[in-house]
Nanobody
């Protein structure tokens, strides 16, 4: 059974940084991609970034590119999301998800980790 466990969230100051981790287990992810999403209070969930387990190609939401960086450690089956120059509007629950590279949907989701940015 696929399990995704996020960690690394917390309270950060405006302009600060955080690194989120998503530890994946339960299957081989060779032909899968990992995505990060976020949902702020009262708002719909939005795509942040994704990375392919094989090859490492990345994709970012235009508004996230430049401040957020997605990376992976295949040996640890872990994907990271590095958040830089945080803003109050980055406050949200950040969740990771996994989906097949040839499918538009994500099949498995983690529980999420809260990121709160305060001035």
């Amino acid at each position: 059974q696929v399990q995704l466990v996020e960690s690394g969230g917390g309270l950060a100051l405006v302009g600060g940084s955080l690194r989120l981790s998503c530890a994946a287990s339960g299957r081989s992810f060779k032909n899968y991609r990992m995505g990060w999403f976020r949902q702020a209070p009262g708002k719909e969930r939005e795509f942040v970034a994704s990375i392919n387990w094989s090859g490492g190609s990345t994709n970012y939401a235009p508004s996230m590119k430049g401040r957020f960086t997605i990376s992976r450690d295949n040996a640890k089956n872990t994907v990271y999301l590095h958040l830089d120059n945080l803003k109050p509007e980055d406050t949200a629950v950040y969740s990771c998800a996994v989906g097949h590279v040839y499918m538009p949907t994500y099949d498995y989701w983690g529980q999420g980790t809260q990121v709160t940015v305060s001035s």
